[in-house]
């Protein structure tokens, strides 16, 4: 019996044989692959000129493998590198000097900790500058000086909280007019060309206010509300408990005390009730400092939780007075949260990303949400462990 083997290597004269060879059984019920035939038999000269050059145990498609690997490995990296050309060539979307500021008043109060926490980590997310300024205390007039000068410097945008509206809308227009987007952020001024208010619904808080000090004393008597007279968004709130009130006929509104931003202020002037012995049966306190100022004059008399206090916002000391049961409640909002997305609805304007309208600056209305209630939490001596648990630390104001 021959081998195919022998019988391939005798067939001089017949079919020229390649580097590997197939032959499948005419008529039969099996394919069969040949074995690769060595090639030291095989006349050196019918073999390609690229052929021979190859090791003689690859077949053909073989030796053209690597050759089409490297064809696409050459395709794949001038692909990619005409991607990082045209990118390195690319317009980035923010400038190298993109700038933002919040211009907000009383800044050393921890309130605006978290502001300018939420507005430095929504610049650092963008890649852009920011920061927050204004006067260390309660001062209109200064705070408006300053934002003068913010708009001289012609930012990317302004984040501003008011003190004082009437003194702030001619300075926003004029800054719109220049081009420069303005977001009012905590305190709104409506009737100016900001192009959004985002923070709290400060009729609606309140209102909430007043629910919490009606349950406290049985929707009767007469209470004292803390505030500063002619600061919008406290106007607002005091214009929610003035309508809350129609709820209940036996509760009285009586006193509204001024404490100008100061919780000094605020405990002498609760002091100065208490010792005078004024028909009080709760105190609404409607500003930051207000609570922790009333909560000391209590303290002092030593009436803590004889007279119900319900706060505003989340200052450490209100929060330890609801803590030793000075304070009943206070209504807190999210200032981080108003000046994360007030800075990111500036850059937004600034770089006239949302296409309602071709250019903000000449539309006849914002391409924004004109109203941005970001809610408030009330917080008590039952959820205060847990309300501080899930507080972010944020560094001290600059």
Known sequence: MVSRRDKAESE?????????AEAVEVGGDLARSFETFPSRDV???????????????QTECERRIPMRRKGATLVCVAIFGGAALIGSCAKPYHEDNERYVFVATNINLPYWREAEAGFLDAAKT????????????????GEIGMFRKVVEQQPAGICVSAARPEVFQAEIDKAVAQGIPVIC???????????????????????????RMAALVAGKGSIAVITIPGQHNLDDRVAGVADGLKNYPALKLTKILDDKGDARNAFDQVSELIQKKEKVDGIICLEAT???????????FSMEGKLP????DNDPETLDWIERGA?????????????YYGLKFLDDLHHNAVHQ?????????????????????????????????ALTAHPAPM
Not at 126 to 141: F, H, R, S, W
Not at 192 to 210: H, M
Not at 330 to 335: D, M, R, V, W
Request: aromatic share 8%.
């Open 43 to 57: 006349p050196r000269a019918e073999f390609s000129e690229s052929a021979s050059k190859c090791p003689a145990d």
């Open 357 to 389: 309208f071709k250019d903000w600056r000449t539309a006849l209305a914002t391409p924004l949400p004109t109203f941005v209630d970001t809610g408030t939490v009330v917080v008590d001596k039952n959820n205060l462990k847990l309300y501080r648990e």
């Open 290 to 300: 207000g609570g922790s100022g009333a909560a000391d004059a209590l303290h002092r």
């Open 12 to 20: 001089e004269d017949g079919p020229e044989v390649s580097a590997s």
């Open 185 to 211: 952020v905590d305190a709104d001024v409506p009737n100016s060309k900001r192009a959004a208010y985002v923070g709290t619904d400060n009729f609606k808080a309140g209102k909430e206010s007043l629910k």
């Open 327 to 339: 304070i009943t409640a206070t209504i807190t909002q999210k200032p981080y949260v108003m000046s």
């Open 126 to 141: 963008l890649g852009v500058k920011a920061e927050l300024i204004g006067p260390t205390n309660y001062d209109p007039n």
């Open 309 to 312: 206090i319900v706060a505003f």
